[in-house]
């Protein structure tokens, strides 16, 4: 009698909870319907404005047409990898690996970074950690030494000088005895109980990179890091899982990726003597390694089963500099793909790539115009745009909760897409500006 009692509790436990579930994804579905519906009405209402500025009017329209394709596209997520693991050659696929980690004045973070990687759910005699301290001037050599002593295959190399952060990835590279190499921020690290599920995706010989999920570790430290943790979240599980889904994602992330060795190194001399207008292209390493990652007509994917950890900015004056920094790396990167990616996968370049490029570089224009010339000289109100603004950002966020209903930094998504249309998008002015300085800027 117990165990029949037992059993109908555990089935009503299970018939409660799946309810519960099916209450909550009805109603965020039926909110994203009324976000829909709101969006129309609003842009019916921007219509109205339409001999006023038909340039504006068809923008938005473009604009919102093209971030909810992002979010279609990551609803297909899940299925590209299923053909990942479908065209897979290997069952127990093992291969030896190589973590790769460049590192400059990170005695606070190096040690949990080195730890973490000899840690990882792997057979410990197919690991080697490589760190190369690029000019250190702090105590990151000490760590190193004391970490050296406890672990066999860590490998350090020493500079004096500061070459660069390529030029210690190509170092580790070369030295590297592993078929996969994983590229890691040096404060930055995986979860040791989700790195299989890096490494398995190379069982299919058709993947040369594929990048993890990452959040901020110290997400909860401000205002700004909470708001960071919503754009990763964001960036990675809807914009890269979108990019997954056709099997091109077009920046495997620095912080957390791996790549193939056999694709990378024969492209490796090129991308270390990369340039942009006569000079020598010091950041947008990633974007650049896995634009030769698809050049050479291997797939490139992001997967949210391996989950990583980095540190981002504190402080809003890091913020920007790293901003400016990512621009500046999106902006030469995506001039040198669209030399090759219309001829690789027409789609993919005409349905995402370039109309990618054609919203980064208008949105500040077009913010320009509805938040500053057409309220003085034609006395249009920028509320519609603002209010449009923020309910496509209503309709991320729905998503959001729908993939992590127990994500608590999902609001900062609406903060993140009022800053960005004030002041990150207009950060590109300046990074084009001063594409000519090469500084890192954030060390």
Same mark, same amino acid.
């Given at each position: ?42 842009? #019916? ?90 000019? #250190? ?62 490494? #398995?995706?190379? #069982? ?240």
């Amino acid at each position: 009698m117990n165990g029949y009692s037992e059993s109908l509790n555990k089935y009503r436990s299970f018939v409660q909870e799946r309810l519960s579930k099916m209450f909550y994804e009805g109603s965020l579905f039926l909110l994203g319907f009324i976000l829909l519906v709101l969006i129309v009405l609003v842009k #019916s209402k921007t219509a109205t404005e339409f001999f006023t500025d038909p340039l504006l009017f068809f923008y938005t329209i473009f604009v919102t047409t093209f971030q909810l394709s992002r979010v279609v596209a990551a609803i297909f997520y899940k299925s590209s990898l299923a053909g990942v693991d479908a065209g897979s050659t290997e069952i127990n696929y093992e291969p030896y690996v190589t973590f790769v980690i460049p590192c400059k004045n990170e005695e606070a973070a190096i040690e949990k970074t080195v730890r973490k990687s000899f840690e990882a759910d792997y057979p410990k005699e197919k690991i080697e950690v490589i760190v190369i301290n690029d000019g #250190s001037t702090d105590n990151t050599l000490k760590v190193l030494r004391s970490l050296k002593s406890e672990f066999e295959n860590l490998i350090i190399v020493n500079w004096r000088k500061n070459r660069g952060k390529r030029h210690a990835m190509a170092h580790g590279f070369v030295l590297s005895k592993g078929e996969i190499i994983v590229q890691l921020d040096s404060d930055s690290y995986i979860d040791p109980k989700t790195f299989r599920n890096l490494i #398995s995706p190379f #069982s299919n010989p058709e993947i040369g990179a594929v990048c993890a999920h990452a959040d901020p570790e110290n997400a909860d430290k401000n205002w700004l890091t909470k708001m960071q943790a919503a754009y990763y979240f964001m960036s990675f599980r809807i914009l890269k899982a979108a990019e997954s889904t056709f099997l091109s994602v077009f920046c495997c992330s620095g912080c957390s990726s791996a790549y193939r060795k056999s694709v990378v190194m024969p492209t490796l001399k090129e991308w270390l003597k990369e340039k942009f207008l006569g000079l020598p292209v010091t950041w947008g390493d990633d974007r650049s390694l896995t634009n030769r990652v698809l050049r050479a007509n291997y797939k490139t994917i992001y997967t949210d089963k391996v989950q990583a950890y980095t540190i981002c900015p504190e402080g809003i004056k890091i913020f920007l500099k790293q901003q400016t920094r990512w621009k500046k790396g999106w902006f030469v990167n995506s001039f040198f793909a669209s030399k090759f990616i219309l001829k690789k996968d027409p789609f993919v370049a005409l349905t995402y790539f370039f109309p990618l490029i054609f919203v980064t570089l208008a949105t500040p224009f077009m913010a320009t115009r509805a938040l500053i010339y057409n309220p003085i000289v034609n006395k249009v109100s920028p509320f519609y745009y603002i209010f449009g603004v923020l309910l496509v950002a209503g309709i991320m966020t729905i998503y959001y909760r729908y993939l992590d209903r127990e994500n608590k930094y999902w609001v900062y998504v609406f903060a993140w897409s009022a800053i960005n249309m004030v002041i990150l998008s207009f950060i590109l002015f300046y990074a084009i500006f001063t594409i000519q300085n090469r500084k890192w800027a954030t060390r």
